[in-house]
């Protein structure tokens, strides 16, 4: 184990790649000159994908099909179900997830092969299905942005959820996009105490400037929703009306939410995570996300596995419900435009 907690990253060890035959493990510290995880830098990887549009087949994600231009988040937050999905490219789900990041660069020229596809009939492109379109490193790659300006080009619905201020350095393309009623942004915020934000999620945007990003989208009329996502039972569920509240004012018409559920190496981190981090609270929370899943911390069954079952989940769905009401209303669901479609021929140019 290293010698101390390491600050800037969610995940505090490398949980066993269950694909792999063989792991490095260290079992007597005294073994070794210096510990074998200590300072952990970011490494980037390339890859040269062959498809970047996915068909979601889970028929409770809301999703239809999700464009991931990231493999692996350097947001590091401890929770993240995309975890798991690192073990297939031979890492860990633990502190490779946030430290060895895979990039898509031909992501929008793949897009473009998609759309012009005479096989493609318009649907809402969603950013990200996986990992954050906007973690740090696409300040850098700028993938996003092209992928944005190949949905503008042909004028395909995208949906965006993210966690990171970013998003506001590609207000002009998203604000032509909105002409049509070709997009919708949501930001997601888990909690307004920022103390929980830097320890459950270290690299992502504050939540006071996640809210400044709500109000700035929805100033500029882009229709701007709050995924309070995911509640935490007994860390983060009595934040839920203060959520809605702060931002609702800022701007958002619209609210989801999921139960949060830790499948596979996530189960190891998160509790590793917890009781490092909340000791005296860790059975609860823990005791807590497992009444919301049959007694287990982890649950793959569809409708139920987003929003749990049992009292605590109920009372976290009446909590949500009563809040969004209060503070939003009843307002009709967002619906896009698939009618502004126009196909072109792979690489040709629009003028808009």
Partial sequence: MQSEYIKGRGSQLNTANRFAKQEVVQEHLEGLDEPLIDEVHTQVFFEHAKKIVNKIESP???MQFSVNPYQGCEHGCIYCYARNSHQYWGFSAGLDFESKIIVKKNAAELLDKTFADKK?????ISLSGNTDCYQPIERK????????EVCLKY???VGIITKNQLVLRDLDILIELNKLNLVQVFVTITSLNEDIRMKLEPRTATYKNRLKVIEELSQNGIPVGVMVAPIIPGL???DIPKVIEAATNAGAHTAGYTIVRLNGAIAELFTDWVRKNYPDAAHKILTQIADCHGENLHDSRFGNRMRGDGKMAESIK?????SRKKYMGNKPKYAFNLDAFERHAKGQLNLF
């Fill in 60 to 62: 409770d994600v809301g």
């Fill in 120 to 124: 493609w009939k318009p649907a809402v």
């Fill in 141 to 148: 790659f700028k993938i996003t942005r092209s992928l944005l």
């Fill in 155 to 157: 004028k395909n619905p």
């Fill in 236 to 238: 983060t569920n009595y």
């Fill in 318 to 322: 009446q909590l949500f419900t009563i």
